[in-house]
């Protein structure tokens, strides 16, 4: 088995004449060869290829990715570049909004997420529906709903003797608009004497 993973970089050491310095990246892995491809350096040579154990093989230096993230302001716009090894590999901003008052940190914020792909996820609302006793005053020709009875919403539902018949509404107005039940309803008071 190799020592050497596919998509692994490395140095190539200042002892190999014509490629020492140059980073490669190997292309495939097997026991007693490695192949690779030459990702920065003067030289390409058309058999990229070394031994396990050759004196290649022992200059390698396995390369760590260096990542980089600098942000600049100019007052009004800040700008944030995100480098990999030294070459830019994304650029993001964040412009201040006239009628705000500029902050730094805001802004940098703001770029960084933006040039990291970092999505600000909104929390999630719940909705609130209208939940209380009502009373019908106009049954809109339903023969469901009887004028004068009290009824129950629950969680934006309208309860009765034969269970639920609506929809939710998220308030008592929207329950009794056109798009609604179909019969107007009040608040229940209690009992007036």
């Known amino acids: 088995m190799s020592k050497f993973k596919v998509g692994e970089r490395y140095i190539v050491g200042k002892d190999i004449v014509l490629e020492g310095g140059d980073i490669i990246e190997i292309t495939k892995a097997g026991n007693i060869f490695v192949e690779y491809k ?3 350096g003067k030289y390409a040579f058309a058999q990229k290829m070394f031994c396990n154990d050759s004196a290649f093989a022992n200059t390698l230096t396995l390369v760590i990715d260096r990542h980089e993230l600098h942000i600049t302001s100019d007052g009004t716009t800040t700008n944030a570049v995100y480098k990999l090894n030294g070459k830019v590999e994304k650029r ?3 412009v ?3 009628s705000d008052t500029f902050d ?5 914020e ?5 040039v990291l792909g970092i999505e600000d996820k909104p929390e999630k609302v719940e909705p609130t529906y209208y939940s209380g006793k009502v009373v019908c005053v106009d049954n809109g020709g ?3 709903f009887e004028v004068g009875k009290v009824y129950q919403f629950v969680g ?3 309860f009765g003797a034969h269970g639920f018949y609506s929809s939710q509404y998220e308030t008592l107005e929207k ?3 056109r798009n609604g039940v179909g019969a107007k309803f009040i608040e229940y008071r209690g009992e007036q004497c």
């Open 110 to 114: 703001l770029a960084m997420k933006r």
């Open 92 to 94: 993001a901003k964040a």
């Open 38 to 40: 030459t990702v920065t």
């Open 96 to 98: 201040c909004c006239p």
């Open 142 to 144: 339903a023969r469901y």
């Open 156 to 158: 934006g539902r309208i």
């Open 175 to 177: 329950a009794n608009s």
């Open 104 to 108: 730094f940190n805001v802004g940098a």
